[in-house]
């Protein structure tokens, strides 16, 4: 039996192998959602209303590469030992030279040039990102079916996203803004544009390094048995498709995703914004990162016990709640651009982050959660295909994301280029638009996961008890196996002393 041979126990080296692998998706993501927008708005000078089309037409190019790329992982094989982890490595490389185009500095392209390269460097990294995320994505589920074993993956793979993270909020903002003196005698934070090219560069670098990492460390350990093996094409496409939309926690699942990602993973650029016309001090905006993490290192520390005590559902819930209550008071308090006001700013961000720091530290074992459903009740291993419906509308709800802080600049007045200076007040209106769309996504993420997601903890405990029973019948056959095989060693040896 292909389920009765043994493997290596589950422990720190698949944990820490899986951390690198979001490490590696993060230094590209994290880099091109923190400061592409900045980058081709400040500095090769794209309006802000055309920067919101390149996204949305670049989103909508990701529903066609996301299902491609789901339903090939599902039913193409590159490599004999692994269904994911040759996937994992292509997308690796891919991403290394699509990364790099985005940040290449075409200042001297006309304006339509301009336009085309940021659309089409963007839509190729879209594909690249795909081709690594969604196999990565997909392992998490055949890593282990124990509940408590996903969510120390969820646990350790945001360890490893933020890393990349960090980086980006508190190293590179050294590296990439500069002080310069206006006409008018102020002192304002400009981007240095060029500078991202070589940056580019490095953090591709070190991403494959760290997916190779991935593919050494990880154990895949949970076996499908396929009823549709066989189904390939728009006919697996539309199977995975149904049983995406009639699994009830994956929708609830998705709404909460898109809320958080669109909401706060992708308003980032909103923050430097904060820190360049409203404290103009972009050399603080590693303060914010305390605002941004402390809540998740805090949570890291609780959240095995407390969803193991009250269910992710639960946890989740509250957390998001919170974090609401918390966003409405930030849009009405007087914060001021001085030291003190920093802190205000910082503390209210720390409130604000916790509930979406919780839902990005479960929410890997929740879709993991949501495929275990779909697997047992359709008996189909579309892994591949359901992860890349729910990669789309993360994808997707990035865009969403951009796109609405792009047309929330352009309502508050942003004037793009490299030479440009900001209307009175600006700074005031980026800091409330920041914290308005803060308060929205909290609020959202609580309504979907408290009234649409329906996995529970009595749901979470048959899952334990179901992969409990699985384990027992496993080490009962490994045992009948071994008694066999000593058996048939005693009967040899007899035969021999005969």
């Known amino acids: 039996m292909e389920n009765s041979q043994k493997v290596r126990p589950f422990g720190m080296r698949d944990k820490i192998g899986y951390a690198f692998g979001d490490m590696g998706c993060n230094f590209s993501f994290q880099l091109v959602t923190t400061f592409m927008q900045l980058f081709y708005l400040q500095y090769i000078g794209i309006s802000t209303s055309h920067y919101a089309v390149i996204i949305l037409i670049s989103k909508l190019w990701d529903a066609i590469n996301d299902v491609l790329i789901g339903n090939l992982v599902d039913t193409k094989r590159i490599g004999k030992k692994s269904k994911y982890m040759p996937w994992i490595m292509l997308g690796g490389i891919l991403l290394v030279f699509t990364t790099v185009m985005i940040f290449i500095p075409v200042t001297g392209f006309p304006y339509w040039g301009k336009f085309a390269w940021c659309l089409g460097s963007y839509c190729l990294w879209s594909v690249a990102y795909t081709m690594v995320n969604v196999p990565f994505g997909s392992l998490h589920s055949v890593i282990s079916d124990v509940p408590s074993h996903r969510q120390s993956l969820s646990t350790f793979r945001s360890i490893g996203a933020a890393l990349p993270a960090i980086i980006c909020m508190m190293v590179l903002p050294s590296i990439v803004y ?26 591709s670098l070190i991403a494959v390094v760290v997916f190779y990492a991935t593919t050494k460390m990880v154990t895949e350990r949970v076996k499908r048995n396929d009823d549709t093996a066989n189904v390939t094409g728009a006919k697996a496409f539309f199977s995975a498709f149904k049983t995406f939309f009639t699994n009830r926690a994956m929708v609830g699942c998705t709404l909460a995703t898109v809320a958080s990602v669109a909401l706060f993973n992708s308003t980032m650029s909103l923050n430097n914004m904060v820190f360049q016309y409203f404290f103009k001090d972009t050399s603080k905006i590693m303060l914010a990162m305390i605002g941004s993490y402390l809540p998740m290192v805090v949570v890291m520390i609780f959240i095995g016990k407390l969803t193991a005590k009250f269910g992710k559902k639960n946890v989740l819930v509250v957390a998001a709640l919170a974090s609401s209550i918390a966003g409405a008071v930030a849009m009405f308090a007087p914060i001021q651009p001085n030291g003190v006001g920093m802190i205000l700013y910082i503390v209210f961000l720390c409130f604000l982050n916790t509930g979406n720091c919780v839902f990005q530290i479960t929410v890997w074992a929740i879709v993991a959660d949501c495929i275990e459903v779909s697997y047992r009740k359709t008996g189909k291993s579309e892994e591949g295909s359901l992860y890349a419906l729910y990669s789309f509308f993360r994808k997707l709800s990035q865009g969403v994301g951009q796109a609405v802080v792009s047309i929330g600049l352009g309502a508050i007045g942003f004037v793009e280029g490299a030479e440009a200076v900001q209307p009175e007040g600006f700074g005031v209106k980026v800091k409330t638009l920041y914290m308005v769309i803060l308060f929205i996504g909290s609020f959202l993420t609580f309504i979907f996961m408290k009234f649409v997601y329906n996995i529970g903890k009595k749901e979470e405990l048959e899952f334990a008890a179901h992969s409990q029973e699985l384990e027992e019948i496993q080490e009962m056959v490994l045992d009948d196996e071994q008694a066999i095989e000593i058996q048939n060693v005693n009967v040899n040896e007899t035969g021999d002393n005969n």
């Not at 310069?180 to 490095?202: C, M, Q, R, S, Y």
């Open 178 to 203: 500069d002080k310069k003196t206006t006409a008018a005698g102020e002192t304002v934070e400009v981007l240095k544009g060029e500078t991202l090219l070589p940056v580019a560069i490095v953090l």
